[in-house]
């Protein structure tokens, strides 16, 4: 027993030895019962287990680690607890193996076929987990570098293609259509646009020549530089990239339906910094970099393009024009040849024709030298003339200062004889003094009429164009004549035709003087029937040559049935000093100047005088004018030049007055009372108010208002439904209506102190005089005579700060002490002192007896020394009257030495003067002369004049 449990126990150690030794062949073999027979089961079972699991982990291991076969799993069956989890550990070691080893398998396996999208995505750790990095890494840029090169070849070849389509064509609109049909797609853009730089009058624009999948609407398809994103683009020469577009932005339509993109670009194409057009484009999605790339690139291919379609077109242009030049070249060619040829056989006859010309030559030397000594001649009687021309101006300025001077005294003192202002002569010898004015009034028409004539011969006459209204021409013509042939008994028409223009561009003093000349010859030439002025468009056949240049004319017809004139003589009544009856026994007066003078102011005027008559049957005068001579210019009635018998002189032509009111603040409301609906004082009244707008005089105390009642009893109406800041009324009016709508002016508190401007052109006995002048003493009333003065004094009214603040142009004899007359002192003269410098005794003493009626003190200097020494010791004198030609100093120099003294700088100096050529005016006022004034002088013009100055 004792062997056999020995034998037993030995068999076991060796088989759990063999088996701790690796050895698993070995089994327990001896005989065994109980106890031991189970031992030996559970160790043989122990063995086989451990051969079985030892057999499938080496297969496995054998197979992936020897054989490379993967996916090899250990199979034991009975085995549990630790040979359990050791055959799940082993197979979970072969799977984990095999899926690695399987998945970098399949990533290279993709690799190798071109497939760069896949990636290695089996977990892994250690070694394996870095191999698997590596391995995605390389794959990655694989892709990467694939990708890039992909986009390359696709720009490079894209960009080849693009160029190719384009290369061959010379059509801008052609190649901008098919690059916008190509590029849109290739890109994904689902609207482009294509606008070419277009230089034009206003600068570089942008104009869309081709575009794809344009909206329909007012979409703009003109641009000018930094005019929207296109003129940006192109303004900064830089790419504009825009994401997120607003939904109103661009809508991009087909057949189903429309959408919204969501980009755009703006591309400029440049070409050596030069903007040739810019591309638009928007797409649904955006823009890739590579398609960018693209862009960027393609742009310039297609400046290049485009710069070189320009050149092309260019040069085609270039190539027609060298082609014309040289065909052109080729006909002048010939043409020359033929002209060689012409010209061969001229020589020959030149040649013969030399000799000819030689012998010819000496002849002319001849005649040459012949007529260069008539040209001296000429030159020399022309000197001779100019000379004359001089000596003749010279004497004529002599001439009027001579006869004005003695004129001036005349005129002067026969006035005041005629006013009779201390009622001391005889109706008799008032008569004499108006005969002895009215003939020293003709003398002195005589001479403006030589001076007139002067002017014209010496080219000197100023015209002042400015617009003239022939409804004022007709009423002035109207109130100018009337009187005139009523007294003769002769009937007076002025007709308008249809289609006269309602004004005219010309002088209007000028012409007021040609018809003046032409319906006075008519009036003192017709004894019975009538004289007409008849005014009508003139028809262009019957225009002068002279005239028709100047363009559309108007014919002023003067008609009469006077006496007539010989066809003989037609022409030389326009001659100066001529007369159809020039005998020592010839019936009518006159001078033979008006004519000649009126002819000459229709020339300057634009116009010309026809003149057509017969002996016994009338005369008919007819004046043609421009209506708007093309290089007159309408010139403001206070810049027309100086003329010495302007109306500019008969108010007083200088230096600018001071103003004496400020304008007035409220509206003016002037009533104008006259026999007749818009008579002759209304005519003035507006043309007061004409003449004020011209100076912007009136523009600052509001509109005027003139308003013209015919009557008294319509005066009265007028005045109770509005009052008025100043009344015009016409004491001419029948039944002494005038006189009772003074005594309901003056009987009404609210009237009583409105101004009454009462104008008279006939002589009112003393009775009528007192009346009118005791009524001042409760109501302002002014009487006037003349309608100068009534101009002047509207005008006052008009521009005064309040309708009270004019003073009264005529004193009560209870305020003055002297008789109520025209010679009535002035409240504004009386106390002042003048001091009158003229060496003529007889100016003096005229002169002197005028201003002391009005109650001004006089002192007298006989020159100009004289003069500043009196000035000097009288500081007292408020104004100075200066003659200008006197000995020792003239009135120049006088002028020029009391503007030196600084204490009279303001001192109003007037000059009087005889002389009235031109440029006498220009060298007072230079001299220092407030203003000036020509002999015979005007009393009511110099005493207004020497009232403005000192009241300034």
């Given at each position: 027993m004792a062997d056999n449990l020995t034998n037993q126990v030995r068999s076991i150690a060796q088989v759990t030895t063999a088996v701790a030794r690796g050895d698993l062949t070995r089994k327990i073999d001896v005989d065994a019962r109980g106890e031991i027979l189970e031992l030996k089961t559970t160790i043989n079972t122990m063995v086989d287990q451990l051969s079985s699991f030892a057999a499938e982990v080496t297969r496995v291991a054998r197979e992936v680690g020897s054989e490379g076969r993967l996916g090899g799993q250990a199979e034991v069956e009975g085995v549990s607890g630790t040979w359990k989890r050791l055959t799940e550990n082993v197979n979970e070691l072969a799977g984990n193996l095999t899926r690695q080893v399987r998945a970098i398998a399949e990533v290279t396996s993709a690799v190798t076929s071109g497939d760069l999208t896949r990636s290695i995505t089996v977990d892994a750790s250690g070694e394996v987990a870095e191999l698997k990095d590596n391995i995605n890494s390389m794959v990655k840029s694989l892709r990467d570098t694939t990708k890039a090169n992909e986009d390359q070849d696709w720009l490079k070849s894209n960009l080849a293609r693009m160029s190719g389509l384009m290369q061959g064509h010379r059509d801008l609109a052609?190649?901008?259509?098919?690059?916008?049909?190509?590029?849109?797609?290739?890109?994904?853009?689902?609207?482009?646009?294509?606008?070419?730089?277009?230089?034009?009058?206003?600068?570089?624009?942008?104009?869309?020549?081709?575009?794809?999948?344009?909206?329909?609407?007012?979409?703009?398809?003109?641009?000018?530089?930094?005019?929207?994103?296109?003129?940006?683009?192109?303004?900064?020469?830089?790419?504009?990239?825009?994401?997120?577009?607003?939904?109103?932005?661009?809508?991009?339509?087909?057949?189903?339906?429309?959408?919204?993109?969501?980009?755009?670009?703006?591309?400029?194409?440049?070409?050596?910094?030069?903007?040739?057009?810019?591309?638009?484009?928007?797409?649904?999605?955006?823009?890739?970099?590579?398609?960018?790339?693209?862009?960027?690139?393609?742009?310039?291919?297609?400046?290049?393009?485009?710069?070189?379609?320009?050149?092309?077109?260019?040069?085609?242009?270039?190539?027609?024009?060298?082609?014309?030049?040289?065909?052109?070249?080729?006909?002048?060619?010939?043409?020359?040849?033929?002209?060689?040829?012409?010209?061969?056989?001229?020589?020959?006859?030149?040649?013969?024709?030399?000799?000819?010309?030689?012998?010819?030559?000496?002849?002319?030397?001849?005649?040459?030298?012949?007529?260069?000594?008539?040209?001296?001649?000429?030159?020399?009687?022309?000197?001779?003339?100019?000379?004359?021309?001089?000596?003749?101006?010279?004497?004529?300025?002599?001439?009027?200062?001579?006869?004005?001077?003695?004129?001036?005294?005349?005129?002067?003192?026969?006035?005041?004889?005629?006013?009779?202002?201390?009622?001391?002569?005889?109706?008799?010898?008032?008569?004499?003094?108006?005969?002895?004015?009215?003939?020293?009034?003709?003398?002195?028409?005589?001479?403006?009429?030589?001076?007139?004539?002067?002017?014209?011969?010496?080219?000197?006459?100023?015209?002042?164009?400015?617009?003239?209204?022939?409804?004022?021409?007709?009423?002035?013509?109207?109130?100018?004549?009337?009187?005139?042939?009523?007294?003769?008994?002769?009937?007076?028409?002025?007709?308008?035709?249809?289609?006269?223009?309602?004004?005219?561009?010309?002088?209007?003093?000028?012409?007021?003087?040609?018809?003046?000349?032409?319906?006075?010859?008519?009036?003192?030439?017709?004894?019975?029937?009538?004289?007409?002025?008849?005014?009508?468009?003139?028809?262009?056949?019957?225009?002068?040559?002279?005239?028709?240049?100047?363009?559309?004319?108007?014919?002023?017809?003067?008609?009469?049935?006077?006496?007539?004139?010989?066809?003989?003589?037609?022409?030389?009544?326009?001659?100066?000093?001529?007369?159809?009856?020039?005998?020592?026994?010839?019936?009518?007066?006159?001078?033979?100047?008006?004519?000649?003078?009126?002819?000459?102011?229709?020339?300057?005027?634009?116009?010309?005088?026809?003149?057509?008559?017969?002996?016994?049957?009338?005369?008919?005068?007819?004046?043609?004018?421009?209506?708007?001579?093309?290089?007159?210019?309408?010139?403001?009635?206070?810049?027309?030049?100086?003329?010495?018998?302007?109306?500019?002189?008969?108010?007083?032509?200088?230096?600018?007055?001071?103003?004496?009111?400020?304008?007035?603040?409220?509206?003016?409301?002037?009533?104008?009372?006259?026999?007749?609906?818009?008579?002759?004082?209304?005519?003035?009244?507006?043309?007061?108010?004409?003449?004020?707008?011209?100076?912007?005089?009136?523009?600052?105390?509001?509109?005027?208002?003139?308003?013209?009642?015919?009557?008294?009893?319509?005066?009265a109406a007028t005045l109770a439904a509005d009052p008025c800041h100043c009344i015009v009324l016409d004491l001419d009016m029948p039944d002494r209506a005038a006189f009772g709508l003074l005594d309901a002016i003056d009987g009404d508190a609210a009237l009583r102190g409105v101004p009454v401007l009462a104008y008279n052109n006939w002589r009112m006995d003393p009775a009528q005089e007192q009346s009118l002048q005791s009524r001042a003493d409760s109501q302002p009333l002014e009487l006037l005579s003349s309608l100068d003065e009534l101009r002047e004094r509207i005008a006052l009214h008009l521009t005064a700060e309040q309708p009270g603040d004019v003073l009264p142009l005529v004193r009560s004899e209870k305020e003055s002490g002297e008789p109520a007359g025209r010679g009535e002192e002035d409240g504004t003269l009386a106390g002042r002192t003048v001091l009158v410098v003229d060496d003529d005794t007889r100016n003096l003493f005229a002169l002197t007896s005028i201003l002391e009626i009005h109650g001004m003190r006089v002192l007298h200097a006989e020159d100009g020394r004289k003069g500043i020494d009196t000035l000097v010791a009288h500081p007292e004198i408020d104004i100075v009257l200066m003659d200008v030609m006197m000995p020792e100093m003239d009135g120049y120099a006088a002028t020029s030495a009391i503007r030196a003294m600084p204490q009279y700088k303001d001192l109003p100096i007037i000059a009087v003067t005889a002389k009235a050529m031109p440029g006498d005016q220009e060298k007072s006022l230079a001299s220092g002369s407030s203003d000036y004034v020509t002999k015979p002088v005007e009393t009511d013009h110099l005493l207004r004049l020497i009232q403005r100055w000192i009241s300034a």
């Open positions: 052609t190649v901008a259509e098919l690059v916008m049909n190509e590029l849109a797609p290739l890109v994904s853009a689902q609207f482009g646009a294509f606008f070419l730089a277009e230089e034009t009058s206003t600068g570089t624009e942008l104009q869309l020549i081709s575009a794809y999948g344009f909206p329909a609407g007012d979409s703009a398809t003109r641009f000018r530089m930094g005019e929207s994103l296109v003129g940006q683009a192109a303004r900064t020469r830089r790419t504009i990239a825009m994401d997120q577009i607003p939904r109103d932005y661009v809508t991009v339509s087909s057949g189903l339906g429309e959408t919204v993109p969501t980009s755009l670009i703006l591309l400029p194409i440049v070409v050596e910094e030069q903007v040739l057009g810019v591309i638009e484009l928007a797409s649904l999605s955006s823009f890739t970099p590579v398609h960018r790339a693209f862009l960027d690139q393609l742009m310039e291919t297609i400046g290049v393009n485009v710069n070189t379609i320009v050149a092309n077109a260019r040069t085609d242009e270039l190539l027609v024009e060298s082609q014309r030049l040289t065909a052109e070249l080729q006909t002048r060619s010939e043409e020359l040849q033929n002209q060689q040829e012409e010209l061969r056989r001229s020589n020959a006859e030149l040649e013969e024709k030399a000799a000819l010309l030689a012998s010819q030559n000496q002849d002319i030397e001849t005649k040459n030298l012949e007529i260069e000594q008539a040209r001296q001649e000429l030159e020399d009687r022309a000197q001779q003339l100019s000379l004359a021309s001089k000596y003749k101006s010279e004497f004529l300025a002599n001439m009027s200062h001579e006869l004005r001077t003695p004129l001036n005294s005349l005129l002067i003192l026969a006035q005041l004889l005629a006013q009779n202002p201390t009622r001391n002569l005889t109706a008799k010898q008032v008569e004499y003094a108006s005969v002895i004015h009215s003939a020293g009034s003709d003398l002195l028409q005589l001479i403006n009429d030589i001076l007139d004539l002067s002017k014209v011969e010496a080219g000197k006459m100023d015209i002042s164009p400015e617009r003239v209204s022939l409804r004022q021409l007709h009423d002035y013509v109207e109130a100018t004549f009337r009187p005139m042939t009523t007294d003769k008994s002769l009937e007076f028409r002025i007709t308008t035709a249809p289609g006269v223009p309602d004004s005219l561009i010309t002088d209007d003093s000028r012409l007021r003087q040609v018809l003046r000349n032409l319906l006075s010859n008519a009036v003192k030439f017709t004894e019975t029937g009538s004289v007409e002025l008849r005014i009508e468009p003139a028809p262009k056949a019957q225009l002068p040559s002279s005239v028709r240049p100047h363009g559309p004319a108007i014919a002023f017809r003067v008609i009469d049935t006077g006496i007539g004139i010989g066809e003989q003589q037609l022409e030389v009544i326009f001659g100066a000093f001529q007369q159809a009856d020039g005998t020592t026994s010839r019936k009518y007066g006159g001078t033979g100047l008006g004519l000649s003078i009126s002819r000459e102011i229709a020339y300057l005027l634009g116009g010309a005088i026809t003149a057509q008559s017969a002996p016994g049957q009338g005369s008919t005068f007819t004046l043609f004018l421009p209506v708007a001579r093309p290089d007159f210019t309408e010139q403001p009635a206070d810049t027309a030049p100086f003329t010495a018998h302007s109306e500019a002189e008969e108010r007083g032509a200088g230096q600018e007055l001071p103003a004496v009111v400020q304008p007035p603040s409220q509206q003016r409301r002037l009533l104008v009372v006259e026999g007749r609906p818009r008579g002759l004082l209304s005519l003035v009244a507006e043309s007061v108010l004409t003449d004020l707008a011209n100076r912007d005089v009136g523009n600052s105390h509001g509109a005027v208002e003139i308003v013209s009642a015919a009557g008294a009893q319509e005066a």
